[in-house]
């Protein structure tokens, strides 16, 4: 964002700092709970998102897919964010991730995330009464065994209050609100959801349907808020798959 001070344009603190907003950490808060039943009927659930910034506009799209099985829960992640001011390009971001589950325990963690700058990796397993992280720009991170990603992907945030970054493994300390029942607008249609706040060094916001399906959920920093609006829901549940349309 560009405006004019006395010494001629400048960039302002939100520009700058775009590229270190950490809005793809949400990614791992809501994980562990069948998702609308899909772990039990063995089908592959996918949950896509449209991404918006509240300075920037839409940026992009984000995307579970939710894979139940005998010996637990894989989910697999997509993200592609682009960022444009003026018609020029200030930040771009893609990442693919696979989280494997047992039960509530996330056993591994495998994530690559470039944004522009290089791509950056990181791996976890399940040691013990730990998860061991290891990062190419970090290191190795130790932390308890119930740790969750940012990702949402179940309700089953409620049980932790560790966080794992899946662009970088740093750890975060979050405390989460009651919920709050409450009805969210989606593109002008009522959804009835469940509302709930996690603070930790960011604040987030997560909206859950009756199913225990993230319909939205917001990352709220110094850039700006993003929003993570659920625009199709496939294999999800027995509610239209597709949001927030009439």
Same mark, same amino acid.
């Given at each position: 964002?560009?405006?004019? %001070?006395?010494? =001629?344009?400048?960039?302002?603190?939100? @520009?700058?700092?775009?590229?270190?907003?950490?809005?793809?950490?949400?990614?791992?808060?809501?994980?562990?709970?069948?998702?609308?039943?899909?772990? @039990?009927?063995?089908?592959?659930?996918?949950?896509?998102?449209?991404?918006?910034?509240?300075v920037f506009g839409d940026i992009g799209t984000y995307t579970n897919t939710v894979?139940? %099985?005998?010996? %637990?829960?894989?989910?697999?992640?997509?993200?592609?964010?682009?960022?444009?001011?003026?018609?020029?390009?200030?930040?771009?971001?893609?990442?693919?991730? $696979?989280?494997?589950?047992?039960?509530?325990?996330?056993?591994?963690f495998h994530g690559i995330t470039d944004k522009g700058d290089g791509p950056t990796?990181?791996?976890?397993?399940?040691?013990?009464?730990?998860?061991?992280?290891?990062?190419?720009?970090?290191?190795?991170?130790?932390?308890?065994?119930?740790?969750?990603? @940012?990702?949402?992907?179940?309700?089953?945030?409620?049980?932790?209050?560790?966080?794992?970054?899946?662009?970088?493994?740093?750890?975060?300390?979050?405390?989460?609100?009651?919920?709050?029942?409450?009805?969210?607008?989606?593109?002008? @249609?009522?959804?009835?959801?469940?509302?709930?706040?996690?603070? %930790?060094? $960011?604040?987030? $916001?997560?909206?859950?349907?009756?199913?225990?399906?993230?319909?939205?959920?917001?990352?709220?920093?110094?850039?700006?808020?993003?929003?993570? $609006?659920?625009?199709?829901?496939?294999?999800?549940?027995?509610?239209?798959?597709?949001? =927030?349309?009439?």
């Amino acid at each position: 964002m560009m405006i004019r %001070g006395k010494t =001629g344009w400048r960039t302002t603190r939100r @520009a700058r700092s775009f590229k270190a907003l950490p809005f793809l950490t949400m990614v791992g808060l809501l994980a562990g709970t069948s998702v609308a039943g899909s772990a @039990a009927a063995d089908t592959p659930a996918e949950f896509i998102y449209r991404v918006s910034h509240s300075v920037f506009g839409d940026i992009g799209t984000y995307t579970n897919t939710v894979e139940p %099985g005998r010996d %637990g829960t894989t989910v697999q992640t997509q993200a592609h964010f682009q960022v444009s001011m003026l018609g020029v390009r200030v930040h771009r971001e893609d990442a693919e991730r $696979t989280e494997r589950w047992q039960g509530n325990r996330l056993v591994s963690f495998h994530g690559i995330t470039d944004k522009g700058d290089g791509p950056t990796e990181v791996k976890g397993e399940a040691r013990g009464n730990n998860f061991v992280i290891t990062s190419s720009k970090d290191g190795t991170i130790v932390a308890p065994a119930s740790v969750h990603p @940012a990702n949402p992907w179940s309700a089953n945030f409620l049980s932790s209050n560790t966080m794992m970054r899946p662009d970088s493994g740093k750890l975060e300390q979050v405390r989460i609100g009651g919920g709050q029942e409450t009805t969210l607008k989606i593109d002008g @249609a009522a959804v009835s959801a469940v509302k709930f706040e996690i603070d %930790g060094s $960011t604040r987030y $916001t997560v909206w859950l349907d009756g199913r225990g399906v993230p319909v939205q959920f917001v990352v709220d920093d110094d850039t700006g808020k993003v929003t993570f $609006t659920l625009a199709k829901c496939v294999h999800c549940g027995p509610e239209p798959t597709q949001l =927030g349309t009439r």
